[in-house]
């Protein structure tokens, strides 16, 4: 039973391509967020939501926008990819924030995505 | 603006051996501390989270413990194991909004 999924797992794309990341949780979480790990393996938040109402944007260029049709899935479209893009991406999710801020997060495995 | 700082980057000990890895934020007023493991080419797997309130948790051979007002919190393994060789993140619980601030991580290798 994966509890946080992700897909694809490797994205291979030209420079100015639209692309998009695919996540889902069945751990029954409100909250679910956007990172990414740059090549010296960085971590950094870049979107939040609760119930489908964005919560945190970590200035991310306008390329990159989040949609969340549902508490469940949270995906990931970026515009005009760039080099800079080059990273991978991970998902995850939490128990409602509301409940007492900092529940434990849970992780997808990640999507690497390389711009060529 | 809160900063999460790990040291060391990097450690390697032989196997058996009881290790220490550090992590410190600047900002005491944390949510709590959560600790990961990543394995090469993987996700995030979550270790332990210590709430605020909290000085230490402890699961199987790990221990970690946190210190708010120095601002420190460890991660203590007993008895190292070769399937311990890990990159190890420790995050702080920054806000009220759930976001966590990673530090850079220290890349640990349990030579058999």
């Known amino acids: 039973d994966t509890a946080v999924s992700q897909t694809p797992k490797y994205l291979v794309t030209q420079m100015g391509n639209d692309k998009s990341i695919k996540c889902e949780q069945n751990?029954?979480?409100?909250?679910m967020y956007w990172y990414k790990q740059d090549s010296k393996k960085f971590l950094k938040i870049m979107f939040s939501?609760?119930?489908?109402?964005?919560?945190i944007n970590e200035t991310v260029p306008n390329r990159f926008s989040p949609k969340s049709p549902d508490k469940a899935h949270l995906n990931l479209h970026i515009n005009s990819l760039e080099l800079g893009d080059s990273a991978v991406y991970f998902c995850?999710?939490?128990?409602?924030?509301?409940?007492?801020?900092?529940?434990?997060?849970?992780f997808g495995p990640g999507t690497r995505l390389l711009v060529l | 603006k809160q900063e999460v700082t790990q040291i060391p980057a990097a450690l390697s000990v032989p196997e058996g051996e009881n290790l220490v890895l550090n992590c410190s934020f600047t900002?005491?007023?944390?949510?709590?501390l959560q600790w990961f493991r990543q394995d090469p080419g993987k996700g995030l797997t979550s270790l332990l989270l210590?709430?605020?309130?909290?000085r230490e948790q402890t699961s199987g051979r790990l221990n970690a413990s946190l210190d708010k007002s120095s601002g420190r919190s460890t991660l203590y393994i007993a008895a190292s194991q070769p399937g311990d060789s890990a990159t190890y993140l420790c995050?702080?619980?920054?806000?009220?909004?759930?976001?966590?601030?990673f530090g850079q991580g220290t890349t640990l290798q349990v030579k058999p």
């Open positions: 939501y609760n119930n489908k109402e964005l919560i």
């Open positions: 995850a999710s939490s128990q409602p924030i509301e409940r007492g801020a900092g529940e434990t997060q849970y």
């Open positions: 210590i709430q605020s309130s909290q």
């Open positions: 995050a702080a619980h920054s806000g009220n909004t759930g976001k966590l601030i």
């Open positions: 900002d005491s007023a944390i949510y709590n």
């Open positions: 751990l029954g979480h409100d909250t």
